[in-house]
């Protein structure tokens, strides 16, 4: 109930290309959904968060979707560069942000 | 402004010590969580502290604790090493009541022997 599965757990995307990232999560008592980038060597950094209210928020290249019957969201990256080649988190809370779930992460490697 | 700070930024200890982590948030962020960073077990909530209360616990043994301080810095101590401690431990910040917008540290790489 208290999971955020994500897939998937690697990828390797050509430059230029879309990188698309998916979450699931069961508790419908979820409702803020961010996405974390992670370097090497960094603390997470948060990219991009949607709530439940809205189907879609875009930030540059960045893009959630979410589907809420489906209890389902993701991330694309259009445009994808070497520089994203990272780690990402898609994480769930609820309570006011009390209670962060993350999911176990997806490497990303862009190729040149 | 001065984003999360964590110290230090490498441990190494043999099992059985103990250690203390820091945390400075971003000045005049009032809520500090605690995360343990694994390959294994991912990214796993280890507690959240509000003005200087413990508000959330994660499934952690009592091993571990922490505590913040009038400042909003917070420790985070964790008794009886062991070799299954070792792991990256962050610190987030956020500025409210509310931690929806965390911003983490860089973490404090902790290895056990």
């Known amino acids: 109930q208290q999971q955020v599965k994500q897939s998937p757990q690697s990828l390797i995307v050509q430059k230029g290309g879309i990188s698309i990232i998916n979450c699931a999560y069961e508790n419908t008592a979820f409702d803020y959904f961010p996405w974390y980038q992670q370097f090497p060597g960094k603390g997470p950094a948060l990219l991009i968060a949607?709530?439940?209210d809205v189907s879609e928020k875009k930030e540059g290249r960045f893009t959630i979707s979410f589907n809420k019957s489906a209890k389902q969201f993701s991330l694309h990256i259009m445009d994808s560069q070497p520089g994203d080649s990272a780690t990402y988190f898609c994480?769930?809370?609820w309570g006011y942000g009390q209670n962060f779930v993350f999911g176990p992460g997806t490497r990303l490697s862009v190729l040149p | 402004k001065a984003g999360v700070t964590q110290t230090p930024r490498y441990l190494i200890k043999t099992r059985g010590q103990q250690v203390t982590l820091s945390c400075s948030p971003i000045?005049?962020?009032?809520?500090v969580s605690w995360y343990q960073q694994t390959p294994g077990q991912g990214l796993q909530f280890l507690f959240e502290y509000f003005s200087e209360t413990q508000r959330n616990k994660g499934n952690f043994p009592g091993r571990f604790s922490g505590r913040q301080f009038s400042n909003s810095r917070s420790e985070m101590n964790v008794s009886t090493l062991e070799l299954g401690d070792s792991a990256l431990y962050l610190c987030?910040?956020?500025?409210?009541?509310?931690?929806?917008?965390?911003?983490f540290g860089p973490g404090t790489r902790l290895t056990v022997l």
């Open positions: 000045s005049g962020h009032r809520s």
């Open positions: 987030a910040s956020s500025k409210g009541q509310f931690k929806d917008t965390q911003y």
């Open positions: 949607i709530r439940p």
């Open positions: 994480a769930a809370s």
